[in-house]
């Protein structure tokens, strides 16, 4: 059975940084796509960053810089690393999993799996 158990998050002034991790189990990383999602209060559910199987990281184009997704030999947790956020970000952050082609990694209709959301709170 997959599972995907989200931790990190919080609050963190304009500007600062926060990283997220999600722990998976249940399932071969090497045939599995992950990517992190975030709903921000009155839009629709965003992709932000994913790995397809055990390929490069992808990110769209308003955190490219600013956010990564630092490796993971073990391939047991994905790490959402948050740089330089931004007062319009606070979101619920959610990691999904699921066997997604790299060109639907950013949408979430395609993933099976998901997490628990995580709050990211950003102060101005």
Partial sequence: QVQLVASGGGSVESGGTLRLVCEISGVIRSVFSMAW????????????????????????DFVEGRFTIPPDHA??????????????????FYCAGGRVHKHRLFINQGFGNWGQGIQVTVTA
Avoid: C, W
């Fill in 75 to 92: 391939q047991s947790k994905l790490f959402l690393q948050m740089d330089h956020l931004k007062p319009e970000e606070p979101a619920m």
């Fill in 37 to 60: 999602f975030r709903d921000i209060q009155g839009h629709n559910r965003e992709g932000v960053a994913g790995i397809f199987t055990a390929g490069t990281a992808r990110y769209v």
